[in-house]
């Protein structure tokens, strides 16, 4: 994208929260930014899904701010973005395998996305786990 056309573009699709681990967040912006054309809103939280579910606090903050980017950038669509070896979860030695531990990453972001949709319906809430190789919705 030019860069007079970032200078009178102000509306886009995404706004991606993401966990704030460093080991993952330089491969998930580049990611997004590619999926989306470069052009997205973007927060990290610590244990991405784990904020939403277990911190009432952290739960408002996130609800807050997507109704700023919903209301300065008309975004439609809340992409979340677990990882492998999350911290905040305990890490990959609290799950047999990598498989399991996929799978317990889709339900906890299957959990945070019917949380935000209680809130805004009219918006596509995405689902995404990156392990060591890839980012998958999941």
Same mark, same amino acid.
């Given at each position: 994208? @030019?860069? @007079?056309?970032?200078?009178?573009l102000h509306h886009w699709d995404v706004l991606a929260i993401s966990c704030i681990d460093g080991r993952f967040v330089k491969r998930e912006t580049e990611w997004v930014?590619?999926?989306?054309? #470069?052009v997205f809103d973007?927060?990290?939280e610590v244990g991405c899904s784990k904020a939403i579910l277990d911190s009432p606090l952290d739960r408002e903050r996130l609800v807050d701010l997507i109704a700023v980017s919903k209301r300065l950038h008309s975004i439609k669509e809340i992409w979340l973005i677990d990882h492998i070896d999350c911290g905040a979860y305990g890490g990959s030695k609290e799950h047999?395998?990598?498989? $399991?531990?996929? $799978?317990?990453h889709a #339900?906890?972001? $299957?959990?945070?996305?019917r949380i935000i949709n209680e809130?805004?319906?009219?918006l596509t809430v995405k689902t995404f786990y990156a392990d060591?190789?890839?980012i998958k919705e999941v």
């Amino acid at each position: 994208m @030019q860069n @007079q056309e970032l200078k009178v573009l102000h509306h886009w699709d995404v706004l991606a929260i993401s966990c704030i681990d460093g080991r993952f967040v330089k491969r998930e912006t580049e990611w997004v930014a590619d999926k989306t054309d #470069g052009v997205f809103d973007y927060r990290t939280e610590v244990g991405c899904s784990k904020a939403i579910l277990d911190s009432p606090l952290d739960r408002e903050r996130l609800v807050d701010l997507i109704a700023v980017s919903k209301r300065l950038h008309s975004i439609k669509e809340i992409w979340l973005i677990d990882h492998i070896d999350c911290g905040a979860y305990g890490g990959s030695k609290e799950h047999a395998d990598a498989d $399991s531990e996929c $799978s317990f990453h889709a #339900g906890k972001l $299957s959990e945070a996305a019917r949380i935000i949709n209680e809130t805004y319906p009219e918006l596509t809430v995405k689902t995404f786990y990156a392990d060591w190789e890839k980012i998958k919705e999941v």
